[in-house]
């Protein structure tokens, strides 16, 4: 078994062999493009209507605990 396959096989066996492992540039190419098009999915998606309720109860807790009402913010 090499330094590298122990490093793979066992956690914590050969801690400085890890520094030593260089990804193939077309293995990280790819592992680049497919987190960028997970990114962008996630960015891109809509926000749950969930979430813009709860996000409109906290800004109606936090406008009235400041006592500012809608028509002195604007």
Same mark, same amino acid.
């Given at each position: 078994?090499?330094?590298?396959?122990?490093?793979?096989?066992? #956690?914590?066996?050969?801690?400085?062999?890890?520094?030593?492992?260089?990804?193939? #540039?077309?293995?990280?190419?790819?592992?680049?493009?497919?987190?960028?098009?997970?990114?962008?999915?996630?960015?891109?998606?809509?926000?749950?209507?969930?979430?813009?309720?709860?996000?409109?109860?906290?800004?109606?807790?936090?406008?009235?605990?400041?006592?500012?009402?809608?028509?002195?913010?604007?």
């Amino acid at each position: 078994m090499t330094n590298t396959d122990s490093a793979m096989s066992e #956690p914590g066996a050969g801690d400085n062999d890890d520094l030593d492992m260089i990804l193939d #540039p077309k293995v990280q190419e790819s592992i680049g493009r497919s987190l960028k098009a997970h990114y962008d999915d996630i960015i891109n998606a809509p926000v749950p209507d969930k979430f813009l309720v709860l996000l409109a109860q906290l800004e109606a807790t936090e406008q009235r605990a400041s006592g500012v009402s809608s028509d002195e913010r604007e």
